[in-house]
């Protein structure tokens, strides 16, 4: 089970029209997907083996950071919801918050929001955004980094009694935020959240994460 499954699944589940991804980075999660309008967001230039894909009609890339494009293209989903958002961006616990409630405005009723790099291995490569200079620096650094996206989760299980999360146990942790009844409450303050430290997540992790065998993706299907 991986990112790409996951996502057309979900697209396929809900007869879905729009695709959002954010981080499309070199096309790895997003040119494989089959939807009628796609949309990617990445601070970097498209390569030029993948500028010809886009075409600005049906197909349409955006360079700047997900706050510029919702503050200023979000027009384009008034006629056309969102059906399926991939989160991959900046993984950094504010800025992926971020990117998720901006998703959640323009959601379609049943559309579903996917986030990558939920449930890293190691503490290392979950590093925060303000440590990772010095992470670098680290002879256990070996360029993979997830950050703190994972207190995000935290943070919308919380603060959200309307919206139900879990996190799929493959592909660095798979999140799955839908509109709905929660299947629980956590009760941490954003204090809280920010001095959560890696080990807290690995011990508790399975609660904190509200953590799902990848099996379960198929009975989440039935449902939507």
């Not at 997003?30 to 600005?56: M, Q």
């Not at 204090?191 to 890696?198: G, N, V």
Request: negative net charge; aromatic residues 12%.
């Amino acid at each position: 089970m991986n990112r790409i499954d996951v996502v057309q699944k979900t697209l396929d589940k809900i007869n879905g029209k729009v695709y959002l991804e954010i981080g499309v980075e070199n096309g790895v999660s997003f040119l494989p997907i089959s939807a009628e309008i796609k949309v990617g967001i990445d601070i970097l230039p498209l390569n030029e083996n993948i500028k010809k894909y886009f075409d600005g009609k049906s197909k349409i890339y955006f360079q700047m950071n997900s706050d510029e494009f919702f503050n200023n293209y979000k027009d384009i989903f008034e006629d056309y919801k969102i059906d399926v958002a991939f989160i991959d961006g900046f993984h950094g616990y504010e800025q992926s918050l971020k990117d998720v409630e901006n998703c959640l405005n323009y959601l379609s009723k049943k559309g579903v929001i996917i986030m990558h790099d939920c449930n890293p291995p190691s503490e290392i490569i979950a590093t925060p955004p303000s440590l990772l200079e010095s992470a670098r620096k680290s002879p256990k650094w070996n360029g993979t980094w997830t950050g703190d996206v994972w207190k995000t989760i935290v943070h919308l299980r919380s603060f959200r009694n309307n919206l139900n999360i879990f996190v799929l146990n493959c592909d660095w942790g798979l999140r799955i935020i839908t509109k709905g009844k929660s299947e629980g409450i956590l009760n941490y303050s954003v204090k809280d959240i920010k001095k959560m430290s890696y080990f807290q997540l690995d011990e508790d992790g399975e609660e904190l994460l509200n953590l799902k065998e990848p099996g379960y993706f198929y009975k989440f299907l039935e449902k939507i």
